[in-house]
C-alpha cells in the first residue's frame, strides 16, 4: 500500500484481556517504530526495529508488552493481562535509515 | 540522546510566515534535525529533515545554525489549516517532546 496501515483502529477490550495491534509498514521499509500516545501528549517511544530484529526495545514498560517482526515487514504489538492505564493511541512508523518516517493513523485502545 | 526544547505556544496570522524554534544544544554531529507535526486526532506528519545545511520542500524550511545548536522551521505562507502541534526532534530513535502547538488565527 502507499501508506503504513494500522489494524484495528479502535479496539475495546476488558481489562485483563490479551491483544494484538497490527501494523504494515511501506514495502521496503526496513526501520520500524512502535509509540503510543496519551491524551495531551506527545508519542511514547515503546520499541525500534531493524529489519527482523528489535534494535531497542527500552521504552516498553513492562514485561506485558512485546513486539515482533518475524519477516522484517509486518510487526504486532501483543498486550498481555492489559490495564486501564494502557489506553492509549498506539502509533507505528517506518522508514529507509535517516528519512523522513512515516506514520500510521494510530489504533485506539480503550480497555475497560 | 539529544534533547530539545520548544516552546509551548505560538500564534500566527494566517498569510504570515510562522517560524518555530528549536533549541538542541547536546546534538552530536551525525544526528538529524527532524520536524514532525500533528493535527489533532491524527498521527504525526513528516515535515522536512536535515543535518547541518538549510533544506527546503513543498511544505517548509528548516534553517539549521551553524554550530548546530539550534533551528528554525519556516511556514512561509501560514494557513489555517497549520494549525497543529509542531515537533523538533533531533535523535534517530525520534524521541518526541512536547512540541510546539501553532495557532493560525484569520
Known amino acids: 500500500g502507499a501508506g503504513v496501515s494500522q489494524t484495528p483502529s479502535n479496539k475495546v477490550t476488558e481489562k485483563g484481556k490479551y491483544v494484538e495491534l497490527r501494523c504494515d509498514p511501506i514495502s521496503g521499509h526496513t526501520a520500524l517504530y512502535w509509540y503510543r500516545q496519551s491524551l495531551g501528549q506527545g508519542p511514547e517511544f515503546l520499541i525500534y526495529?531493524?529489519?527482523?530484529?528489535?534494535?531497542?526495545d527500552s521504552g516498553l514498560p513492562n514485561d506485558r508488552f512485546f513486539a515482533v517482526r518475524p519477516e522484517g515487514s509486518v510487526s504486532t504489538l501483543k498486550i498481555q493481562r492489559t490495564e486501564r492505564g494502557d489506553s492509549a493511541v498506539y502509533l507505528c512508523a517506518s522508514s529507509f535509515p535517516t528519512y523522513g518516517y512515516t506514520f500510521g493513523s494510530g489504533t485506539r485502545l480503550t480497555v475497560v | 540522546d539529544a534533547k530539545t526544547t520548544q516552546p509551548p505556544s505560538m500564534d500566527c496570522a494566517e498569510g504570515r510566515a510562522a517560524n518555530l524554534p528549536c533549541n538542541h544544544s547536546t546534538i552530536s554531529g551525525n544526528e538529524y534535525v527532524y520536524w514532525y507535526r500533528q493535527i489533532h486526532s491524527q498521527g504525526p506528519q513528516y515535515i522536512i529533515h536535515?543535518?547541518?545545511n538549510n533544506e527546503t520542500n513543498e511544505m517548509a524550511s528548516l534553517i539549521i545554525t551553524e554550530d548546530r545548536k539550534s533551528s528554525t522551521l519556516i511556514l512561509p505562507h501560514a494557513t489555517l489549516r497549520d494549525t497543529a502541534v509542531y515537533y523538533c526532534?533531533?535523535?534517530?530513535?525520534?524521541?518526541f517532546g512536547t512540541g510546539t502547538r501553532l495557532q493560525v488565527f484569520p
Open positions: 526532534i533531533v535523535t534517530d530513535k525520534l524521541i
Open positions: 536535515g543535518l547541518k
Open positions: 526495529f531493524q529489519g527482523t530484529g528489535a534494535a531497542d
